[in-house]
């Protein structure tokens, strides 16, 4: 609040259009205009010394009301003071405020000197324009004498209009002036506490009011309630104490009084209001029951919803007229009756369906397609360069009817990603649907409407959920589609695959024929075998037979890790993973042909390293004080919207002091200890073959699962019996075949072999032999087991034991010629993977040795066989048993 001030003879004057400050009153404004700038550049920024400046008030013709000659005259006189209305045409040379005016200006004749409390200065962009905001303290009032308007702004020579502190010690005494005060006291704190009441404010003001004296404290409350400006320039005018007291007090008792009129009327309207309320509460309770009894005009909006819907998803003309018919059935139908509902559903799907919407098509750019393929992916260099070719053709001609791909390989080998590549490649949108364990054509071609609970098939609905007519689809797992007494999904597949028939599509719910020609397909399986020849015939199959162990540790070097990292907001700052770690996750914890594995235990690992990284994150900002960690932890929870303060380094601590410290102890390199601890004991080791081949009658086979390649021991046993084969794990019939066979062959060649002493002896006198084909959980089938079981066989009857480092494969004739099998390739890398060093292979497959990678097949001894006794001069230590005697 102002102290007493020493005011000069001559001010600078910033005048106030329409507006008034007191003294005591804070006033924040913003100077744009040339002169204004001016001044406050001139008398306020440059200065050290912060000068004081007038504001006077000035208003426009137009706000002259006949209140103001009662004013001037009324208050003017009764201090024997008068308010005396200065006329400048600004017409003609001034302007206030940086506004040109014709028509007449009124300057007041009584400003208020301020100081500036607070300044500062901005730039406008573009225009370069110079402004200031100023924030000014009212301090006394002073009378204008003459007002100068040279110079690039207002000046004024001013008298002071204050009264000395001697002249105030006597009004104060004044008995007149003591009841005004009392006046004033009385009235202020009612409309503070009314206010309070209200807005739960005017704490400041009641303070002030204790300790301000009450004259100062006039002006104070007169500026800080919303007054007129007629009643500001009033209160401004009263320079004498007592009549500035009680023209306060008339003005207070006012402004108490609207607000105790507003407060009625409010209080008039809430009443209506929640009369209005209580309608709105019936209203929707009405809603409510009418709902209830099924009786909803809603439906009318709902309905008229569904019909735009309709009308904007473009459906091909025929289809429109079908899906109107069926609107006008709705529409005459009540909600509750049956067949409303299902009408209905029927109809959203006809107009969520993508008929014409088609996502924007990129200009095929093949260099860009290669990039995204090679850095989405390692390795597969055939396969890529195939897709690649593809995408060509596409480009040349778009719409040009080539064969389905058809990804065909174990689980984990990137058969999903490379679709999904393809798509991003075409800048198309993707769609996955999994056909697996699809018996029923229906789940292809939906369910016919008459059915309760009917519904689309996989394929439209894969299309509503994707919302564009030429996605890229991927139709995964084709192979795992079966057919029953339900239909053949197969068939149905067929149509939809042919690029003559699905430009009309029949999908039985849908019951209208949809155009799928603009679909790409894509397709995966685990075998091409189980897939129908036609359907086989559509498609061109590329094969990913699954990555030697070097190729892994190369994905996960390149791929998983920093995609496992990524997703679990971590970085190479927080965690390590060491190569030769990667290398032992490899061998003893997963021995798959893909890498889903591999990528599930990097996750365990980043998981375990997060968890850890959060706990020390917690640890830092508790022990260093508040701390912005530029984690990408915390910028994860804060991007998920939990909170997160931004919090302070506090003083006196270094910055890098800390950062150094938190890298430093939360950076976690995985050991094998961490390995242990994450992952449990190793799974695998390369000494299971030796453990399990150390009894005689245990063979090591090379199988073929939809897992990929499969290292498989067959066990067999002797025991008393009358001479049955007893076959257990899972088995389908030609492998059953095949024991039969193989047990036929070690029979007749026994005397050869010497496993019997004479030609007439039987091997199974007395005895029952039993073979078992351990895992019961994987169904096993095939002939490729041949030339295992006979091995095991002849490894029984010889009390032998075959090598623990030799797999083998093969199947094996009657008269034990060795033929040769599929799926060489998967069979070597699965040895490799199990730590086997030979591998006896029918001769007949070494064609096949060429699509084996070269560093797998130089680190294995790869032995043809052409007959059984071939198979089994390799499988034995030292040779085939029959050149020492049978102990049996
Ligand atoms: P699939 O469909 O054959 O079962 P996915 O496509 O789902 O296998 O692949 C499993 C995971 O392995 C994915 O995260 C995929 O990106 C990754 N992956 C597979 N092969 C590679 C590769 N050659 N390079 C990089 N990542 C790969």
């Not at 030697?548 to 993973?577: C, F, W």
């Not at 453990?691 to 005689?696: E, L, N, Q």
């Not at 063979?699 to 049955?724: D, I, K, P, R, Y």
């Not at 026994?750 to 002896?761: Q, S």
């Amino acid at each position: 609040m102002a102290e007493s001030v020493e005011l000069p003879g001559r001010l600078a004057i910033l005048p106030f259009r329409n507006q008034v400050l007191l003294p005591g009153a804070f006033i924040r404004i913003r100077c744009t205009s040339p002169t204004s700038v001016k001044l406050v550049e001139q008398e306020l920024w440059q200065r050290e010394e912060k000068g004081l400046i007038g504001i006077v008030p000035v208003r426009d013709a137009a706000e002259m009301t006949s209140m103001d000659s009662v004013l001037s005259q009324g208050v003017g006189s009764e201090s024997g003071e008068r308010s005396t209305k200065v006329q400048i045409n600004t017409s003609d040379a001034h302007k206030v405020d940086g506004k040109s005016h014709s028509e007449v200006i009124h300057w007041h004749k009584r400003g208020v000197a301020a100081r500036a409390l607070h300044l500062s200065r901005g730039v406008e962009k573009p225009s370069g324009r110079v402004t200031y905001i100023v924030v000014l303290e009212g301090l006394c009032r002073f009378n204008v004498e003459e007002l100068s308007t040279r110079g690039p702004y207002y000046t004024a020579k001013v008298s002071t209009l204050e009264v000395t502190k001697a002249e105030m010690e006597q009004v104060e005494q004044d008995p007149e002036f003591v009841t005004l005060s009392r006046q004033f006291k009385a009235t202020a704190m009612e409309l503070i506490s009314v206010l309070e009441q209200k807005q739960k404010t005017g704490g400041r003001i009641k303070v002030l009011l204790e300790t301000l004296p009450l004259h100062k404290l006039a002006d104070i409350f007169v500026f800080s309630f919303e007054m007129s400006l007629e009643e500001q320039l009033s209160m401004l005018d009263s320079v004498d104490p007592k009549v500035r007291l009680s023209k306060a007090t008339e003005l207070v008792d006012r402004h108490l009084q609207s607000i105790r009129v507003a407060e009625k009327i409010t209080q008039k309207v809430e009443g209506q209001l929640s009369k209005s309320q209580k309608e709105f509460l019936l209203r929707q309770q009405m809603r409510a029951i009418k709902e209830e009894l099924g009786d909803n005009d809603d439906d009318e909006d709902d309905l008229a919803a569904l019909e735009r819907k309709m009308q904007s998803a473009g459906m091909p003309s025929n289809i429109w007229k079908h899906a109107q018919r069926e609107f006008r059935r709705l529409k005459k139908m009540q909600p509750q009756q049956p067949g409303y509902n299902s009408s209905r559903v029927y109809l959203e799907l006809l107009a969520d369906l993508p008929w014409q919407k088609a996502g924007e098509e990129q200009e095929l750019d093949l260099k860009a397609a290669k990039d995204c393929l090679d850095s989405d992916h390692y390795g597969l260099v055939k396969v890529k360069q195939r897709i690649i070719e593809y995408l060509a053709v596409r480009k040349l001609k778009p719409d040009a009817r080539g064969p389905v791909l058809c990804f065909v390989g174990p689980p984990g080998v990137g058969k999903t990603s490379l679709a999904s590549s393809i798509a991003a490649a075409l800048g198309r949108k993707f769609v996955r649907i999994s056909l697996g364990g699809v018996k029923d054509e229906a789940d292809i071609r939906g369910h016919r409407r008459t059915y309760i609970g009917s519904m689309p098939g996989r394929l439209i609905d894969g299309l509503k959920r994707v919302g564009v007519c030429n996605p890229v689809m991927l139709l995964d797992e084709i192979d795992k589609t079966g057919s029953d007494v339900r239909g053949d999904p197969a068939s149905a597949l067929l149509e939809v695959l042919d690029p003559e028939q699905n430009q009309s599509f029949n999908d039985h719910y849908l019951n209208v024929p949809y155009d799928l020609s603009k679909v790409i397909f894509v397709a995966t399986a685990n075998r091409a075998q189980p897939i129908p020849p036609p359907l086989l015939d559509r498609m061109e199959v590329i094969e990913l037979p699954g990555y030697t162990a070097e190729e892994k540790l190369r994905i996960a070097m390149q791929h998983l890790i920093p995609r496992v990292l990524d997703q679990h907001g971590l970085n190479s700052e927080y965690l390590q993973i060491p190569e030769a770690m990667v290398k032992l996750v490899i061998q003893r914890y997963t021995r798959e042909a893909g890498v889903r594995n591999l990528e599930r235990n990097l996750a365990a690992l980043a998981r375990a390293a997060a968890v850890r990284v959060a706990e020390q994150e917690q640890a830092v900002s508790v022990s260093k004080g508040a701390h912005k960690l530029a984690s990408p932890l915390l910028d994860n929870r804060l991007a998920e919207g939990a909170e997160m303060e931004m919090e302070v380094l506090p003083m006196g601590v270094n910055n890098n002091e800390i950062s150094n410290t938190f890298k430093i102890s939360s950076l976690l390199v995985v050991d094998e200890a961490m390995l242990e601890k994450v992952l449990g004991p190793p799974r695998f080791d390369d000494r299971e073959a030796a453990d399990r081949v150390a009894t005689p009658g245990v063979s090591v086979g090379l199988v073929w699962t939809t897992f990929g390649g499969e290292v498989q021991f067959v066990e067999a046993t002797a025991m008393v019996g009358n001479g049955e084969l007893h076959l257990t794990g899972q088995l389908g019939d030609v492998i059953k075949e095949s024991a039969q066979i193989a047990l036929t062959w070690v029979r007749a060649r026994a005397a050869d072999l010497k496993l019997a002493a004479a030609e007439e002896t039987n091997l199974l006198q007395g005895r029952d032999i039993h073979i078992h084909f351990p895992a019961g959980a994987v169904p096993k089938d095939g002939p490729s087991a041949g030339v295992t079981l006979v091995t095991a066989l002849v490894s029984l009857f010889s009390q032998k034991s075959v090598r623990a480092d030799t797999a083998m494969t093969g199947e094996m004739t009657l008269r034990g010629l060795v033929l040769p099998v599929g799926g060489i390739k998967d069979k070597i890398l699965a040895a490799h993977r199990h730590g086997i060093k030979r591998v006896i292979l029918p001769e007949r497959n070494l064609k096949d040795l060429v699509e084996v990678p070269a560093p797998v097949l130089s680190s294995l001894e790869i032995l043809l066989a052409k007959r059984m006794e071939d198979v089994l001069e390799h499988a034995f230590d030292g040779g085939a048993p029959w050149r020492q005697h049978s102990k049996l």
